[in-house]
């Protein structure tokens, strides 16, 4: 990918907008990891982060007041194809956490994935942008253990984490618009740390990240996916409605 270097600094910037936000006023440190990217073969080039992002101290959402905190995991990757963003995911984990008598307990309470299926080969019956919940990939608990005891300052063997976790609809796979990473990111930003009663500082910070993220700079902000699902409705159907229909391979047919 030749625009590889461009992508990279921009996600820089990226999170240096997220941090405006996620670090105001509050007692939240955000961990963002370095982009790095591999040969894919046919694939093309894979663009993934070299460990997950982590958000330690994260408030309940964006108006709570209350005490408890949040630990955010994510991760992602993209896949570029003639230069275009052909494909990706994101994961996201949202644990509680509690600190008793020296140790450290983070418990998973959300976990969530966001696909993002190939343009060329569409699964069937799959909407081509489809979040599941309850699924997603394991994490190598000696890292993110590794990482919790820099971040919760506790002693190496004080950190317990619980990764178990109840979905009975994890099998459903529910459309959604395009969520790359960055997209992802978005929302956490949003739903956890923007409120009703923001200041006017956060308030600027938000829409400052939403034009960063919407900025030409970021080559994953319109996939290949996302020209197909154009192509499947209005400027052919005319009156079609824009419903998730046309977010399935069989709509075509």
């Known amino acids: 990918m030749q625009g590889y270097a461009l992508f990279k600094r921009h996600i820089l910037e990226i999170q240096k907008a997220a941090d405006i936000v996620i670090e105001k006023g509050q007692q939240t440190k955000a961990v963002w990891p370095e982009l790095i990217m591999n040969d894919a073969g046919e694939e093309g080039s894979k663009l993934r982060f070299s460990e997950p992002a982590i958000i330690w101290n994260a408030p309940l959402r964006g108006s709570s007041k209350s005490a408890s905190k949040r630990a955010i995991v994510m991760d992602g990757s993209f896949y570029f194809k003639d230069e275009t963003f052909d494909k990706g995911g994101a994961s996201l984990e949202v ?71 109840n979905m009975p609809t994890r099998d459903v796979r529910i459309p959604t618009p395009q969520m790359d990473y960055l997209s992802m990111l978005v929302m956490v930003v949003a ?51 824009f419903s998730a229909a046309h977010w399935y391979q069989e709509s075509c047919s």
């Open 191 to 241: 739903d956890y740390f923007c409120g009703s009663d923001s200041s006017n500082e956060v308030t600027l910070g938000f829409k400052k990240l939403l034009q960063t993220v919407k900025n030409p700079k970021n080559v994953a902000r319109i996939g290949r996916q996302s020209r197909r699902l154009e192509e499947r409705w209005a400027p052919h159907e005319g009156s079609t409605p």
């Open 95 to 165: 644990y509680s956490v509690t600190n008793a008598a020296g140790q450290c307990t983070l418990k998973l309470l959300e976990a969530m994935h966001f696909d993002i299926e190939p343009n060329a080969d569409q699964s069937p019956f799959h909407p081509m942008f489809h979040v599941q919940f309850g699924k997603n990939n394991h994490l190598d608990l000696g890292a993110l253990e590794g990482k919790i005891v820099r971040l919760a300052k506790v002693q190496p063997g004080r950190i317990v984490i619980d990764r178990n976790i």
